[in-house]
């Protein structure tokens, strides 16, 4: 298991705007802390009551999306990191970091409480990751960070269920279990015995984004890590579901800046 790329930060939003907060994807992981704040997030479509003292856990390629309830100021510490699975460890600290990182469920688990940890250190290692600029130093802190919660990540997993109830998840589940297939908005509306209108409207309140852009942006992020992974752009795009080169091509340009060839890594012979 690698770990690179790290990246941190301590924002405090006096008045946070809805419109300031879009949902987003990383090529990595994210790791939120609460200072403070009156807001839900929402991972893939599933929404989590937040409060003070509570953690979330994006993995690679989880969209998510800050929804705020009020006005309040918004004080959270973030630290983003990329990881690669690259041993195999019979180890039981490997194992459970392991489930937690690359086994769960798309938008399960993301949500640690602080009411489930009342003696969590999340806070101290959080400031210390970004109170250095050094990237090994951030690592001393961000290796224990994850291993306490891969320790209390079970007891997450047992507890009685985080999220707040909602039409979209549902939605949400069945985009990603058919994302490379030919979708449309008329197949998902016929589905769910809904009109265009009221699909994206109940889609919009949980996610912040229209359902073509969400199936649009989960491709582009399928691509980009199959590139990473050694494929070549122009073997991958009808696995991502795009009908063509040039579609993607264009998409892939305006959604990253940069053209797919410069993702793709060739594997080493």
Sequence with gaps: MKIRNIQSGHTRTECPIQSNYAMHTHNGYELLYLIHGDAD???????????????MLMRRSESHYLILR???CYERLVVNFELTDTEVCDSEAYVALSSMLFHQPLGKYNHFASSLFPDNHWQY????ICSYSDPDRKMIYLLPLLNELSEGYEKVKSSPEQTIPNKSSAIVSYINRHLFDDLSLDRICEYFFLSKSQLNRVFRKTTGTTVWNYILIKRLF???????DGENPTSIYEKCGFQDYVTFYKAYQKHFGCMPKADYRKKSL
């Design 70 to 72: 009020s006005t309040a």
């Design 125 to 128: 290692y959080m400031n210390r």
């Design 222 to 228: 399928h691509a980009r890590e199959m590139m990473q």
């Design 41 to 55: 997030y929402a991972v893939e479509g599933n929404v989590y009551r937040l409060k003070r003292g509570d953690i």
